[in-house]
């Protein structure tokens, strides 16, 4: 077997910092830097049994990709032999493992047997005696069916011994700061604050496993467990991985991934094999019900389930431990490419129908993105909402469900909340719109339609254009913007509504439901468009304006500012492609999801229109619908190298506008709010008031370019 290098350690400076390289919504591809090399998120710790090693770690690393391990460290104390050459040689080379590994503290055993033998000082201490690179502090593990009080002292003690463990740590080894809490929302919260902000000499938690929770999944306990996740993640700081602690198979991945979990841990994939089970993404099944293989492996090639059935028992577990191995990787690798092309939770909607369980969980969840509660759970939910990048290229496939998507109610609450009906028309005139005409039972491209709507305008210009799709009215200024205009099914869903009230409460929404309704279904242009120049000018000029105003949140009367001299040249197949005022380009509609980039000319003039205070963490801001274009303000240092288009990094920011949308148009400013560049968000201003590492906004363009 070929072997593969060791890791690199990290720099020295970045021990223990989590980064944010990709998200989708509370998703994230991150990345943890440890001294056995930087690993990457979501991704699943193997548990080793020092004592029984199904699989070797060095196979696990060699073979299976595997870049980080837990193991008991307790188990290690208890046992003479272990103990003193771990102490000698070092955790890793007990193990036989060169990527990083964390251990667990003899918490859970308390859990099974009642009682440890060891103090909370004593196991942290000897977890950084071993070399381990993530140790985990004697947390007190508060199980579902205890009291309230029994629960609360569960948060409490854990949080005391906090201090203690920490200094414990030193400098070299992180830890894991436990959530506990039972099943109480409150509870859970409480315990994430503590957590959260425990800290000695500058020292704090690098990761926050979430536990308590195995027998709630030994129980298929879902909702409740998914509750506790969302109401756990409320309080945590965002720039700490969050670990699922038990939690390895499979079929939960994807869902706890869309709810923002990086780490899993398995001992189901050498305690399933023992037992005869495989584990697949949908569930687990017995060998001796099968006749064929449901999810093929590498460790299964030119074997049947009754070959595998004929083998000895040793021989059998290892087959079977390595097939659920890799069939548990592959599940990850799935979702982390789901979480890199955004559709992490279409894959966990997939999964949900796996199991009843699953399914009363996801619905559950369906039910809070709809109506979030009060508490801590109905925030974790509205932060998720606001940190999806609404608009998404290629198709978005259409499905029962697809409005409770949270890049699609986040679409849908900002059209509802910042898109307004022009006040002027295409012949010059101002005042109230007289009438709406809606298009329906016809699918996009809509521009390829215009010369019915120009027609209806060029008769009656004081007309509000919408155009009826499947997941509801949209505003024809905003036809080529996914995920409308990439909405992909049978023909069939772009037939027109037949109910009245439907399409009524729909534009109710919108504000339109007292204006006289025309409803057309336009046939496919011929090949020339009437003259209209003045209409299809205002069309684009509308286009630009409901743009600017629904995705960066610029007033609309200062979009039309903005685009008051406007030109623009458009492609061969009609769509603007560069939009100019006077004689300057100030911004491009984006082909691929009908955004808009900006230029510096354009971000220089959307920063003079914004006239809020440059922001600064700790700092209220004003919440109205347009708070202008969302700024991200750095520090002096970073001035020069992101003024000539270095990225803005982690940990040089002064502050950020709350309502920055990753994936969408910021402006990079200084402390006086002078335009230092522009670029895309790839974190949300909570994650840019706490994370150290890695990128904060993609910079397109600094302001300084030209020497200034
Ligand atoms: N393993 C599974 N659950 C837990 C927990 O709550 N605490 C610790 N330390 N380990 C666990």
């Given at each position: 077997m070929a072997t593969r290098p060791d890791p690199e350690p990290c720099r020295e400076q970045d021990l223990g910092l989590f980064e944010i390289i990709q998200r989708d919504g509370a998703a994230r591809i991150g990345k943890l830097h440890t001294k056995h090399g930087m690993v990457t998120t979501p991704m699943l710790l193997p548990v080793i049994n020092p004592n029984l090693r199904t699989i070797e770690p060095r196979e696990m690393w060699d073979k299976y990709g595997i870049e980080a391990l837990i193991t008991n460290s307790y188990v290690i104390w208890k046992h003479e032999d272990l103990k003193s050459q771990a102490l000698?040689?070092?955790?890793?080379?007990?193990?036989?493992?060169?990527?990083?590994?964390?251990?667990?503290?003899?918490?859970?055993?308390?859990?099974?047997?009642?009682d440890v033998e060891v103090g909370p000082e004593e196991i942290v201490s000897f977890q950084r005696d071993m070399g381990v690179d993530v140790g985990t502090m004697l947390d007190v593990f508060g199980r579902p069916d205890m009291s309230r009080d029994e629960?609360?002292?569960?948060?409490?003690?854990?949080?005391?011994?906090?201090?203690?463990?920490?200094?414990?740590?030193?400098?070299?080894?992180?830890?894991?700061?436990?959530?506990?809490?039972?099943?109480?929302?409150?509870?859970?919260?409480?315990?994430?604050?503590?957590?959260?902000?425990a800290e000695v000499d500058g020292k704090r938690f690098a990761i926050h496993p979430i536990g308590g929770i195995v027998p709630l999944m030994e129980q298929?306990?879902?909702?409740?467990?998914?509750e506790i996740l969302l109401a756990s993640k409320a309080s945590l700081p965002p720039d700490r991985p969050v670990h699922f602690f038990g939690c390895g198979h499979p079929l939960l991945f994807p869902m706890s991934i869309a709810l923002g979990v990086d780490i899993f841990d398995s001992a189901a994939y050498a305690i399933f094999a023992r037992d005869d089970r495989l584990l697949t993404p949908e569930g687990t099944v017995k060998l001796d019900d099968l006749e064929e293989w449901p999810f093929h492996s590498h460790a299964l090639y030119s074997k049947t389930p009754k070959s595998v059935r004929a083998m000895s028992h040793e021989d059998r577990s290892r087959i079977l431990a390595e097939h659920n191995l890799e069939v548990t990787q592959a599940e990850l690798a799935k979702c982390r490419e789901a979480v890199r092309k955004g559709t992490i939770w279409e894959l966990a909607e997939?999964?949900?129908?796996?199991?009843?369980?699953?399914?009363?969980?996801?619905?559950?969840?369906q039910d809070q993105l709809d109506d979030p509660d009060d508490g801590p759970v109905g925030e974790s939910v509205l932060r998720m909402i606001a940190s999806s990048n609404p608009l998404r290229s290629g198709g978005e496939q259409l499905g029962e469900e697809i409005e409770y998507r949270p890049h699609i109610l986040h679409i849908q609450a900002l059209l509802a909340t910042r898109w307004r009906v022009p006040g002027s028309w295409w012949d010059s005139s101002a005042g109230p719109a007289e009438r709406v005409l809606l298009l329906e039972g016809t699918s996009p491209p809509w521009r390829n339609k215009k010369s019915a709507l120009i027609e209806h305008l060029s008769r009656e210009p004081r007309t509000v254009v919408m155009i009826s799709t499947p997941i509801g009215p949209i505003p024809y200024s905003l036809e080529d913007l996914s995920p409308w205009c990439h909405l992909t099914g049978p023909d069939g869903i772009w037939q027109p509504i037949s109910d009245d009230h439907e399409i009524r409460d729909a534009l109710d929404e919108l504000g339109l439901s007292q204006l006289p309704l025309t409803r057309i279904t336009p046939e496919d242009d011929l090949d020339e468009i009437p003259d209209s120049e003045d209409i299809r000018d205002w069309l684009d000029r509308c286009s630009i304006v409901d743009k600017l105003s629904v995705l960066c949140s610029i007033h609309p009367l200062d979009a039309c500012k903005m685009t008051d001299?406007?030109?623009c040249r458009r492609s061969r197949t009609d769509r603007v492609v560069n939009v100019s005022s006077g004689d300057s380009h100030i911004l491009s509609p984006r082909l691929t999801?009908?955004?808009?980039?900006?230029?510096?000319?354009?971000?220089s003039i959307a920063n003079d229109l914004n006239a809020s205070p440059t922001?600064?963490?700790?700092?209220?801001?004003d919440d109205s619908d347009f708070s202008g274009i969302p700024r991200v303000c750095i520090v002096d240092d970073a001035i020069p190298f992101v003024g000539k288009g270095r990225n803005v990094m982690h940990g040089y920011i002064l502050g950020a506008d709350s309502h920055i949308i990753p994936g969408q148009p910021c402006l990079v400013?200084?402390?006086?709010?002078?335009?230092?560049?522009?670029?895309?968000?790839?974190?949300?201003?909570?994650?840019?008031?706490?994370?150290?590492?890695?990128?904060?906004?993609?910079?397109?363009?600094?302001?300084f370019k030209q020497g200034q």
């Open positions: 000698s040689n070092g955790i890793h080379s007990l193990l036989d493992f060169p990527g990083a590994v964390i251990t667990d503290s003899g918490t859970f055993q308390s859990y099974v047997y009642g629960l609360e002292h569960a948060v409490s003690e854990t949080a005391n011994r906090s201090e203690i463990s920490l200094s414990a740590a030193g400098p070299d080894m992180q830890l894991n700061g436990p959530i506990q809490g039972g099943t109480h929302a409150d509870l859970r919260d409480e315990s994430s604050l503590l957590m959260g902000s298929q306990r879902y909702k409740e467990l998914f997939r999964r949900s129908h796996s199991s009843p369980y699953l399914r009363e969980a996801f619905v559950w969840l001299e406007m030109t999801d009908g955004g808009i980039s900006l230029t510096v000319e354009g971000a922001p600064e963490f700790g700092k209220t801001e400013v200084d402390s006086k709010g002078t335009l230092v560049a522009h670029g895309t968000p790839l974190t949300s201003h909570l994650e840019m008031q706490f994370l150290r590492k890695g990128i904060a906004v993609k910079v397109r363009d600094g302001a």
